[in-house]
């Protein structure tokens, strides 16, 4: 169990670029989760997956983003036309999955996203 | 919607102090509540957590009950380190197929020698 691995830790780009972050969830995982935590405030869920299948999506996640989970296992979430208000940690989660139990959702160390 | 409300920090304790940090939610149902923490450079832990009515959930000397009357989930701790300097944040999510997580804003502590 290698835990939960986001690549790259940071990223700085300018205004109107795209971005790509990927998520590497623990193996036996087939929930994975998609946050935002801008300073000083707690994580929001952005979007969700059960295998490759997307569940869920945030209001938060305009049409600029979008999220991917091939053959259900790493992800990737790319933000078009990057905006100031997107600055912010982009967390990734996993989980194991099945009917109503609780859990334990594991994070990776996050994404931090500077737009100039 | 479901929503976490917990005290706004920093918190500032000497060693050996007692710790509360209270936090409140709203939610329908009966949701699963937790607390994570994070260290400083470090990714969210899960510390703690309690998924029915009057569980305690407790770790490394840290607990919570789950107080259904009062829609509660306070975290306590009767002797806090210096290591213990972190962020905590109160969160809950709703029984079901999936377990989306609806955190608290979080309460910086600081631990002082």
């Known amino acids: 169990d290698t835990g939960v691995s986001q690549n790259p830790r940071h990223k700085i780009t300018k205004r109107g670029q795209n971005v790509t972050f990927r998520c590497d969830p623990i193996s036996e995982h087939n929930r994975l989760y998609w946050y935002r935590q801008t300073l000083g405030q707690g994580p929001e869920f952005l979007t969700y997956f059960q295998n490759e299948a997307q569940l869920e999506k945030s209001r938060l996640l305009s049409d600029r983003f979008s999220a991917e989970r091939p053959k259900g296992s790493f992800s990737t979430l790319e933000i078009q036309r990057t905006e100031q208000g997107d600055s912010a940690m982009y967390l990734c989660?996993?989980?194991?999955?099945?009917?109503?139990?609780?859990?334990?959702?594991?994070f990776g160390p996050g994404t931090r996203l500077t737009v100039t | 919607g479901n929503s976490v409300t917990q005290m706004e920090g920093p918190v500032t304790l000497s060693e050996e102090a007692f710790l509360t940090i209270n936090c409140t939610y709203t939610a329908t149902g009966y949701p699963s509540l937790f607390w994570y923490v994070q260290y400083p450079g470090e990714g969210l832990q899960l510390l703690l957590k309690a998924t029915k009515a009057d569980d305690k959930g407790s770790n490394k000397g840290f607990e919570a009950t789950y107080r259904k009357e009062t829609t509660s989930f306070h975290l306590e701790k009767g002797s806090v380190q210096v290591s213990d300097s972190a962020v905590y944040f109160c969160a809950l999510s709703p029984l079901g197929g999936y377990q989306k997580v609806t955190f608290g804003i979080g309460t910086k502590l600081q631990v002082i020698p």
């Open positions: 989660a996993s989980s194991r999955g099945g009917g109503r139990a609780a859990y334990e959702q594991y």
